[in-house]
């Protein structure tokens, strides 16, 4: 059993930065796959990006290829979604989700374990 609990979301004004922070508990994190997926009002929960266990390689979406970077610390058992130059359309709860299994990496059915998820705001 893994327990996550992101933190770090805010309010801030577009083009700027935030960091959202995901803590793992439970089990060792390094062993999991991990990403980060966002759901605004009246949308589906969307991938955002993710960082593969196995060799550490991270995919992003599309929207945020260029602006968020992901990473892992291992030692902490956290990973991080640093997000630069936001846009009010950034705007949406941001989860951090983990999965031992290798499944399609931008899908939520892949993914196991779930923070309660954390809320950026983005103003113009």
């Known amino acids: 059993q893994v327990q996550l609990v992101e933190s770090g979301g805010g309010l801030v004004q577009a083009g700027g930065s935030l960091r959202l922070s995901c803590a793992a508990s439970?089990?060792?994190?390094?062993?999991?796959?991990s990403a980060w997926f966002r759901q605004a009002p009246g949308k589906e929960r969307e991938f955002v990006a993710v960082?593969?266990?196995?060799?550490?390689?991270?995919y992003y979406a599309d929207s945020v290829k260029g602006r968020f970077t992901m990473s892992r610390d291992n030692a902490r058992n956290t990973v991080y979604l640093q997000m630069n130059r936001l846009k009010p359309e950034d705007t949406a709860v941001y989860y951090c989700a983990a999965d031992r299994a290798s499944g399609v990496y931008y899908i939520t059915s892949s993914y196991t374990y779930w923070g309660q998820g954390t809320q950026v705001t983005v103003s113009s």
């Open positions: 960082i593969r266990w196995r060799d550490g390689t991270a």
């Open positions: 439970g089990r060792t994190f390094s062993s999991y796959n």
